[in-house]
């Protein structure tokens, strides 16, 4: 069962939401998070779907093994996502799960933009974006760069925010 706390901090007490265990507090919940980014962090870089060779491979149209990954990545998200949507499906807090419909009429010169810095990104790099903190805890230090230039953009965005068209 899930309940709310109610504290007299600053913090606003509709977000603070802890499952029920006696004591009011989620201390386990950024464990579980951690085990579960080691575990998929491990399994990226056994399957090898972090190399610089296999997503060169992709690219080159190559290999299948991405395209796999990816096919089998969409074969369980679209479901999901229809799940979710058909049963109103809340998250464990309860808070309602919202996925906006995208209709192709939304997608415009920002979303190709973003698309195109984002996609040199990952050539420049020569790594998906995505699992950095993976690579850097199999051994690739010059992702410590890369993590560095992530955050440096996640601060300038959020610095520019209002003054960018969105």
């Not at 029920?20 to 090898?48: H, M, N, Q």
Request: glycine residues 12%.
């Amino acid at each position: 069962m899930i309940t709310m706390l109610h504290t007299t901090s600053d913090i606003d007490p509709e977000m603070l939401v802890a499952c029920e265990d006696g004591r009011g507090t989620r201390v386990a919940a950024p464990a579980w998070y951690l085990i579960a980014g080691v575990a998929l962090g491990i399994l990226f870089v056994k399957s090898e779907v972090l190399t610089w060779y296999r997503i060169q491979e992709m690219f080159r149209l190559q290999g299948f093994q991405m395209y796999g990954v990816i096919g089998s990545a969409l074969a369980v998200a679209v479901p999901a996502v229809q799940v979710i949507r058909r049963f109103e499906v809340r998250a464990w807090n309860g808070e309602a799960i919202v996925i906006p419909n995208k209709h192709l009429t939304t997608f415009g010169v920002r979303y190709w933009a973003g698309g195109t810095i984002f996609g040199l990104g990952w050539g420049l790099l020569g790594a998906c974006p995505g699992p950095m903190f993976a690579l850097l805890g199999a051994g690739v230090t010059v992702m410590l760069a890369a993590i560095a230039s992530a955050m440096a953009g996640t601060w300038a965005y959020a610095a520019l925010q209002t003054r960018l068209p969105h």
